[in-house]
Nanobody
Framework: QMQVAESGGGLVQPGGSLRLSCAAS????????IGWFRQVPGKERERVSC?????????DYANSVKGRFTISRDIAKNTVYLQMSSLKPEDTAVYYC?????????????????????WGQGTQVTVSS
């Protein structure tokens, strides 16, 4: 069964850091696009970051997290990470990872939410003092 599962969420003070993990099972991450999304109740889901295998590693970030978040992959562990630093209260949300097969020459930023095939259950991130 193909699935992804998030972990690593929790409570952190403003300015702190967290690393989220997205572990894939039933398929190899190497040939898939992985996106990190977040959602706050009552608001639209936001794509935070994504990673792809084209051009020796294609990544993209939302303007709201650029310079603070870093996405990476460990193919051997079949896991994608989202390193979050300088966290702000407005980063509080449920964070989801999602996967879909990559298409040659398509940058990860080209995919919309509905293009992703597999979604995890989410992990809560709360930034508060």
């Amino acid at each position: 069964q193909m699935q992804v599962a998030e972990s690593g969420g929790g409570l952190v003070q403003p300015g702190g850091s967290l690393r989220l993990s997205c572990a894939a099972s039933g398929f190899t991450l190497e040939y898939y696009v992985i996106g990190w999304f977040r959602q706050v109740p009552g608001k639209e889901r936001e794509r935070v970051s994504c990673i792809n295998d084209i051009n020796d590693g294609d990544t993209d970030y939302a303007n709201s997290v650029k310079g603070r978040f870093t996405i990476s992959r460990d193919i051997a562990k079949n896991t994608v990470y989202l390193q979050m630093s300088s966290l702000k209260p407005e980063d509080t949300a449920v964070y989801y990872c999602a996967a879909r097969p990559q298409i040659r020459d398509y940058y990860c930023s080209a995919y919309e939410d509905h293009d992703y095939n597999f979604w995890g259950q989410g992990t809560q991130v709360t930034v508060s003092s």
